[in-house]
């Protein structure tokens, strides 16, 4: 299952310059952990580093000038950290799999003339087979909208300058000063149609393009949770949907594809997710006669069943996340944003230990990135699973891991609860 390994952010909002994990140029930080939590005060920039993955995933399907406006983001300018002139920069160091070798994609986005966002530079980076030191070699590299793009499994071009200053003549140049930089793979030369969409989106779809196209459907297959047990309540028509869709408003189609598609095993899901859930003995769904779709929970105290009009918001949440849980097919990459509203504060452990069993599933689990405010859930976590954000002087984020404290880690050896500490002011030095 691919992974995020670490990413860095600059001139994003209050998210001026801040990395997590492991990069190509910090080899001895450790990586992010297959589950992964960021706690802080209101306003310190969780929810925009929550928007980071959404942002991406925006400008795959849109393209940037659109991702700026969407989603009440406001515009590039209400995007950009607060008196920068500098582009907005991304960059995501991952593995397609456990033991491959890690790739590493970077994005920059500025204005252009007419003040219109564009990509200014896109690139994606690996070493070679056998290398573990040194720099990656380039084997997509845009500087507005023209490159280079290596073709197969194979093959780049080591550029050492920073990509960024460099101008489409300047690497024409560097090409033809070094071709034995080329290793075996073909390669061509490209210039987009549109400088606001990204490489990958284009090229990720051919198949003479093997690394870029795995990267593009990984940030494809992302979920970002969006959730609300009102949408979960909809009616919806009946009609099987083999995923649960970002706002939860198709829950009860997910558990009709489940019903009819995994029986068996389905029908061992809902027991145990059935048990996870207080009071809930069975969960299945009934379809109405002008072809909607109910979804309705019996309470063993109940001979009638609940449907999910009439179920807690809770309920509803817990059960979405449990479902989400179980996919038999998991997106690579789940990203919840304040997983604990509306839950009772006992399920909160449950909850995580859920999150941690499956992004640690020997099946090839979803690595899974939540925000909270919620020191029990926090309680369930580990020090280097937790990851601390607040506000500098400056007015910008900072961020590092619950584990750098040697003291803090001495503290949870001693027995104390992580969320605890947090309540007792420990974390956020």
Request: charged residues 25%.
């Amino acid at each position: 299952m691919a992974s995020i390994q670490g990413f860095s952010v600059k001139n994003f909002g209050p998210l001026k310059n801040i990395s997590m994990g492991k990069l190509w140029n910090t080899q001895n930080a450790e990586a992010l952990t297959p589950l992964t939590a960021v706690i802080g005060k209101n306003g310190v920039g969780k929810s925009t580093l929550f928007d980071v993955f959404g942002f991406l995933s925006d400008c795959l399907k849109y393209g940037v000038e659109e991702s700026c406006d969407m989603n009440g983001r406001g515009g590039f300018e209400k995007l950009r950290s607060q008196g920068s002139t500098e582009p907005i920069e991304f960059q995501i160091y991952y593995k397609q799999e456990t033991n491959a070798r890690p790739i590493t994609y970077e994005l920059a986005i500025d204005l252009d003339k007419e003040l219109r966002p564009y990509i200014k530079y896109e690139r994606l980076r690996q070493r070679r087979k056998g290398e573990k030191t040194g720099r990656p070699f380039s084997f997509l590299l845009l500087i507005e909208g023209k490159g280079f793009v290596w073709k197969g499994e194979q093959g780049g071009r080591l550029i050492t300058e920073d990509s960024s200053t460099l101008s489409f003549e300047s690497l024409l140049k560097l090409l033809e000063e070094d071709q034995n930089e080329i290793e075996g793979s073909e390669t061509e030369s490209i210039e987009l149609s549109d400088k606001r969409k990204l490489g990958i989106a284009t090229l990720g779809s051919l198949t003479q393009h093997p690394r870029i196209s795995e990267f593009r459907k990984f940030i494809e297959d992302w979920y970002l949770s969006y959730f609300t047990p009102d949408a979960a309540r909809s009616l919806p028509m009946a009609g099987p949907q083999k995923h649960l869709n970002i706002h939860g408003d198709n829950i009860g189609n997910v558990v009709q594809y489940m019903e009819r598609e995994h029986k068996p095993k389905f029908k061992k899901i809902l027991e145990r997710i059935a048990n996870k859930i207080p009071g809930i003995e069975k969960i299945d769904t009934i379809k109405t006669a002008d072809g909607r779709l109910l979804l309705r929970f019996n309470d063993k105290n109940f001979e009638d069943p609940f449907f999910a009009q009439k179920m807690s918001d809770g309920t509803l949440k817990v059960f979405a996340y449990l479902l989400l849980m179980e996919n038999p097919t998991p997106p690579p990459f789940i990203c919840i944003e304040e997983p604990e509203n509306g839950l009772y504060h006992k399920l909160l452990e449950t909850l995580a230990e859920e999150f941690r069993e499956h992004a640690t599933g020997k099946k090839g689990g979803s690595q899974v990135f939540v925000t909270t405010h919620q020191p029990y859930l926090v309680d369930a976590l580990k020090p280097n699973e937790v990851w601390i954000l607040v506000k500098g002087n400056d007015g910008f984020s900072r961020i590092h891991r619950a584990s750098d404290n040697v003291l803090l880690n001495n503290l949870v050896e001693e027995g104390l609860p992580l969320g605890g500490l947090w309540y007792s002011d420990y974390l956020e030095v």
